[in-house]
């Protein structure tokens, strides 16, 4: 839901105008890279210190805790409304600096990627030395291993163990 920069002067007080000022659009997109973190930092202070004064209230309300004021408080929607709004401008801006992170990795990738395919264009063809065609004579000759038995034999004696212990031959 949105909110009318008329209600939001009227639920904030004017540091935190300023705050919520800076992470709307036109005014987001001047601020420095460096600058956002600080921005969400004192966004964050000021929505988690509406909350708590929001809960405070609502005990109050309930008759759970003793009033902090001169008087019981009467209504906290005020409060919560200025955490919700608050809480929308913490998103707006931590959005921001997400996608400015990404952007500046992709960026960073793009960039290795191009300087290594210049310095494999650069090396030359690594065929270029080679003779045109290789010749490998007969290749590989197979060298048969000493240890295995002849063929079948494993298995012969395998059956003869089974059949032995099955009664014999069926």
């Not at 409304?81 to 608050?86: F, M, P, S, T, V």
């Not at 197979?142 to 089974?162: L, R």
């Amino acid at each position: 839901m949105s909110v009318s920069r008329r209600r939001e002067a009227r639920l904030l007080d004017a540091g935190e105008i300023d705050l919520v000022k800076r992470s709307h659009h036109p005014e987001l997109d001047a601020e420095d890279d460096k600058a956002l973190p600080e921005l969400i930092r004192l966004l964050r202070e000021r929505r988690d210190r509406a909350r708590d004064v929001s809960r405070r209230q609502r005990r109050e309300l309930r008759g759970k805790a003793a009033p902090s004021g001169a008087s019981r408080a009467s209504d906290n929607t005020g409060t919560r409304e200025k955490a919700a709004l608050l809480a929308a401008a913490v998103k707006r801006v931590s959005k921001e600096h997400e996608r400015r992170r990404n952007a500046d990795a992709r960026r960073r990738t793009v960039g290795g990627a191009r300087r290594a395919l210049a310095l494999k264009r650069a090396a030359g063809d690594p065929a270029s030395g080679r003779p045109a065609s290789r010749t490998a004579d007969e290749g590989m000759n197979p060298v048969p291993n000493q240890q295995d038995a002849p063929s079948g034999a494993i298995n012969q004696e395998g059956q003869e163990i089974a059949m032995r212990r099955g009664g014999g031959p069926r």
